[in-house]
């Protein structure tokens, strides 16, 4: 065997020229399997022998050694719909299965292709490798990205959805988060214009292992727009007209883009009328000349007015709109407290509420006006420094107090309802901008009232007397107790001096009783009128709350005044004209130091000069006849009868002493004893 083995070769050298075989070698690469013939042919020259086991044996150390993970690269030797196989070196070919391919793989490679891929897994069985095609280009992106982050160069990527806080970006299939305050160096209103545009921006964050990147646009267009920006603010001053594009618009003003700066063009400096929202006269990007109010270079803040560039119509006013001049305008605005109307573009006055109706409690404006009525104003005043005009309403119609008096005249009878309730008194409107006041004390003679609500409420309906009307002061004063006899006329009404009347004891007084008649009506006993002996004091005699009988000796109409005796009830001889004057200087019934004094003297003198009982008939009856004033100095009379006995002179002065103490100590009752009618 050996033999014909040598002979093969003897042949192969002998029929084939050297020179060929050489250029052979160079042009065909040797293979490991082909080293290992040849170095086994070597050693099969020198044994007669090949051992294939050694051979096996060196190839398999002299291939390279692969692991999962790896990046590898080779040439595609096969293209199936159950994938790609690709010869990368390996002992046998990797598959990249067809999932990692959408739509036909051989559209997106075929044999012969040089790619790159990953190994996923690798076995040392017979079994093929398993690679990804997808995770190389991954892992090169990756490698990219990871390059620009450390370089700071800017990429290039799709916005592909709007997320939480700003966008998604693709970046050759790895995605990144773009954060709305990086996209532009100014504000954004809308994320939605961005999808699907192509964007260059900087990772400013970046961790693969985290797959986490931050992109930021606005650090690229901040270099442009400060570059624009302060060729901007070079070129600007106060003053000065420019020129600028909408920008945006909100409720309050208009952005104006400058040329990388931005100035507000607020929605006062707009027009010099009234503009309730800047869509009415601007929309987003439209180009307008502005004027720069206001410049404040260091925060870079700029004011701007659209206005000013044209005429000031309050230059005018004063010539256009005269002092009482009526004229027709139309309403812009509408609040609580009245109506704004304007009467020219840029000029608009107030109607305020107390303006629009003669009525004391008019409707609120709202419910009266809307915005864009026209109407009839007339001017009241003009003030051109602070650009106002007040304008009224009602000045154009009838004021209803000019008629009140031959309406309604004083003593006439009114229907009305209570609008309002105070501490004095109760409002009643007799009809719309006309209200009547009845005070706490005209409202009823029965009792005397703390407050109104004790027997009113408010929206109650009620009749009153007019009282008093002044129509330049406009007011009206009104009763309600007019309507109903008081308790004294209808007690003079049924009652006359001489009559028995029946009362109750109400109050004491040094001087006598108060004694209860009616609801709000009052008579005095003298202490003098309630028995025939000598009363130190009323309550020896009477008590309170005692009911009696007591007979009239007088009635005083015009003091409203009561005269009453206990001591006369059943005797008709009995004078029903009470002569003590006890109440002509003290109202209610609180008698005088004179009239006390003369009435103690005058008492005396009787007793002790006239005995008998038909000669002090007979003075009684000439005192009663006498005028008020004859008998007021018939005290110095009395003195003189005095005199003619000492004791009895020093005695009724002591008593007279005593009777005045006590008349000064009850002044303050008598104040309140005025006997009137509650």
């Known amino acids: 065997m050996t033999t014909e083995v040598n002979n093969e070769t003897e042949e192969t050298k002998t029929g084939v020229d050297s020179g060929s075989e050489q250029n052979e070698q160079n042009d065909v690469k040797t293979s490991p399997v082909q080293s290992a013939v040849e170095s086994g042919s070597d050693d099969t020259h020198n044994s007669g022998e090949i051992d294939f086991g050694a051979i096996l044996e ?54 012969g292709d040089t790619i790159e891929a990953i190994i996923k897994t690798i076995h040392s069985g017979d079994a093929p490798p398993l690679l990804s095609r997808s995770d190389a280009l991954s892992r090169k992106v990756w490698n990219d990205i990871e390059a620009a982050y450390n370089s700071e160069t800017p990429i290039i990527g799709k916005i592909v959805d709007k997320t939480k806080g700003g966008l998604k970006v693709d970046i050759n299939g790895v995605e990144a988060f773009l954060p709305g ?87 006062t400096d707009m027009s010099w009328g009234r503009i309730q ?37 309050w230059s005018t006013v004063v010539e256009v709109y005269d002092v009482g001049s009526h004229i027709k305008g139309k309403v812009s605005s509408v609040t609580d407290y009245g109506i704004f109307v304007e009467l020219e573009p840029g000029v608009e006055g107030l109607v305020h509420v107390s303006e629009i109706s003669w009525s004391k409690r008019s409707t609120s404006p709202k419910k009266l006006f809307h915005r864009g009525d026209d109407v009839d104003v007339q001017v009241l005043g003009v003030d051109t420094e602070e650009k106002r005009i007040s304008l009224g309403m009602k000045q154009l119609q009838d004021n209803p107090w000019d008629t009140v008096a031959a309406r309604y005249p004083v003593g006439s009878k009114i229907h009305g309802k209570i609008r309002n309730l105070t501490d004095f008194g109760a409002f009643v409107e007799i009809e719309d901008g006309i209200d009547g006041l009845v005070h706490v004390s005209d409202i009823t003679w029965a009792k005397k009232l703390k407050h109104p609500k004790e027997l009113l409420k408010k929206d109650q309906e009620v009749e009153a007397i007019i009282t008093h009307i002044d129509t330049v002061g406009q007011r009206l ?90 001591r006369a009830v059943g005797k008709d001889d009995e004078p029903i004209i009470d002569t003590r004057q006890y109440t002509s200087v003290a109202k209610g019934g609180m008698a005088s130091l004179g009239e006390l004094a003369n009435l103690k003297f005058g008492s005396m003198a009787s007793e002790e000069t006239q005995p008998e009982e038909p000669e002090k008939e007979e003075t009684v009856e000439a005192k009663a006849e006498e005028p008020a004033a004859e008998q007021t100095e018939e005290a110095p009379a009395a003195e003189e009868t005095a005199e003619a006995e000492e004791n009895t002179v020093e005695a009724s002065t002591e008593e007279t002493a005593e009777v005045s103490a006590e008349t000064a100590e009850e002044g303050s009752e008598a104040e309140e004893s005025e006997q009137t009618s509650a």
């Open 181 to 267: 305050s990086q996209i532009d160096s100014r504000p954004i209103r809308s994320l939605d214009t961005y999808i699907g545009q192509d964007i260059e921006a900087r990772i400013i964050k970046f961790s693969r292992r985290r797959n986490n990147i931050v992109l930021s646009r606005k650090v690229i267009t901040d270099v442009e727009i400060n570059a624009q920006k302060a060729e901007t603010m070079s070129r600007l001053d106060v003053g000065y007209v420019v020129e600028g594009a909408v920008k945006n618009l909100t409720e309050y003003g208009a952005f104006v883009d400058l040329g990388g700066i931005d100035g507000l063009l607020h929605v």
């Open 277 to 313: 929202n800047p869509g009415e006269l601007f929309k987003s990007g439209d180009t307008v000349q502005v004027k720069v109010l206001k410049l404040d270079r260091d925060k870079e803040k700029i004011s701007l007015g659209y206005k000013q560039l044209q005429p000031d119509p």
């Open 58 to 111: 060196q190839f398999e150390q002299e291939q390279t050694v692969y692991h999962a993970g790896e990046l590898v690269e080779g040439k595609v030797v096969g293209v199936s719909e159950r994938g790609v196989l690709v010869d990368f070196g390996y002992k046998s070919e990797g598959v990249i299965p067809a999932e990692e391919f959408s739509g036909n793989i051989e559209d997106q490679v075929t044999v």
């Open 477 to 566: 004063s009104l009763s309600m107790k007019d309507l109903t006899p008081s308790a004294w006329e209808s007690f003079i009404a049924t009652h006359k001096p001489g009559d028995t009347v029946r009362g109750k004891v109400s109050r004491f007084t040094s001087f006598g009783v108060f004694v209860e008649l009616g609801e709000g009506l009052e008579g005095l006993c003298h202490i003098s009128e309630l028995a025939e002996e000598r009363v130190e004091k009323p309550d020896d005699i009477v008590q309170i709350g005692q009911e009696m009988d007591f007979k009239i000796l007088r009635i005083e109409n015009e003091d409203q005044k009561i005269g009453l005796s206990y």
